[in-house]
């Protein structure tokens, strides 16, 4: 518990502080699972997936981000027949793991982008950080874990005040709650072992100062 609550507290802390450079937003798409069970199919058995983005705009090239997702996940092996082992007694694993994300990532900008000043600028970006979710599952129960947040997205300014932008995105979850099992298949992958699961969004931010009059760094 005393995890959940420091990662609240940066996530809540770090945007108070710089206000003036921010952005708030909301996400929408899909989720979808990867691990034991699923080691390799994207976008397998997706679930809507919606959330909040609070985004500090240090400089053209740099931003930090806070994020909050909630989404359900779900799976069966009866969907891979093929995984299933020989001196495994069939019995058949289908889970649905509800879960809330949050996290903190950097993101770093391949083309200079200033938020919000000019119409149509873009920049595609990377993103990585570190996370925290709870997991609601049908069939461990309730579990907190760490998770290691990365992806690949690109921004657009719509007006002064509206930017969009489209994101995939990964969750590497330190944890085997999401998928209900303890290597359910036998595999002892190191990979698989702990599950995935990933986001594919569109998100849109609006900006309450104007930046070239609050951010010398911008001029």
Known sequence: MRKLFFVVFVFISIPTMAQRNANFGIIGGISYYMGDINPSMHYYNPSFAGGLIYRININTRYAIRGNAYYTTVSGSDLDFPELLHPDRPYEPVTFSTSLLDLNLQGEFNFLPFTPNVGKFNYTPYVSCGLGFSMALSSDA?????????????????????????LEWSFRKAFSDIIDGQENPTGDQSLIHNNDWYSYLGIFITYKFINFAIDCPAYD
């Open 141 to 165: 129960g309730t579990a907190h874990h760490l998770t290691l947040p990365f992806g690949i997205g690109v921004k657009l300014n719509l007006t002064k005040k509206i930017s969009t932008g």
